[in-house]
């Protein structure tokens, strides 16, 4: 079974502080996907990476950036934190067949006080 | 981009059967119809994918009409545990053009 393990369940951090949130993967998939995801919204994606030290935008990167040393691990860095960066964060992997399965991990529920 | 549109809520009772569309009329040539399941606090798990036609596995059925335009979701004889979020993604994985719907709650009563 694929293993996408989050670093933390559960942050707290305060305003203006940088925070790393990581995700490593154990099925040697080339894509890794972070999102975000708040009540009423859904799931809307932060970051992606195809390969190690690519990344692409997804449709929120503002104020985020990532990560991507190694091809299992995928690193979502904000920079400095806002009250509005507080919600669950979600790592995903896939390989690059084109059949865009992704498997995820449990999330980080991060709140900026 | 492939937009996504699903009814925000359904409600059903326990051993019916229960059918969720999704509608996603800019459907590109290569994209895969996928859809996922949620649990509060845990992250989407993969139910079904498909292209065309009908797939089926021991979890659900995925209805796709020839124009591919929307898909059905069908979960036979739901139970209280299938009480969950199903979103419908389409796109493909490489390429970045990956648009989740808004997801439909769907709550099991006894």
Redesign the interface.
């Known amino acids: 079974d694929v293993k996408v393990t989050q670093s933390s369940r559960y942050l707290v951090k305060r305003t203006g502080e940088k925070v790393f949130l990581e995700c490593v993967q154990d099925m040697d998939h080339e894509n890794m996907f972070w999102y975000r995801q708040d009540p009423g919204l859904g799931l809307r994606l932060i970051y992606f990476s195809y390969d190690v030290k690519m990344k692409e935008k997804g449709d929120i990167p503002e104020g985020y950036s990532v990560s991507r040393e190694k091809k299992e691990r995928f690193s979502l860095i904000l920079e400095s934190a806002s009250t509005n960066q507080t919600s669950m964060y979600l790592c995903a992997s896939s390989d690059q067949g084109g059949r865009n399965i992704q498997y995820f991990g449990a999330g980080t529920r991060l709140s900026v006080l | 981009l492939a937009k996504t549109t699903q009814p925000i809520s359904m409600d059903s009772y326990e051993g019916q059967e229960v059918n969720i569309t999704c509608s996603h009329n800019n459907i590109a040539t ?1 994209d ?1 119809i ?1 859809w ?1 399941q949620q649990f509060p ?6 139910i079904i ?1 498909g292209y065309k036609t009908k797939v089926t596995n021991e979890v659900a059925s995925l209805f796709i009409p020839a124009d591919r335009k929307s898909s059905t979701l069908s979960l036979p004889r739901v139970s209280l545990s299938d009480t969950a979020v199903y ?1 419908c ?1 389409v ?4 390429q ?1 053009n ?1 648009i ?4 439909t709650k769907l709550s099991v009563k006894p």
């Open positions: 290569n895969y996928t996922y606090s845990q992250g989407p798990r993969f994918q979103y993604l796109g493909r994985g490489s970045g990956l989740f719907g808004k997801g």
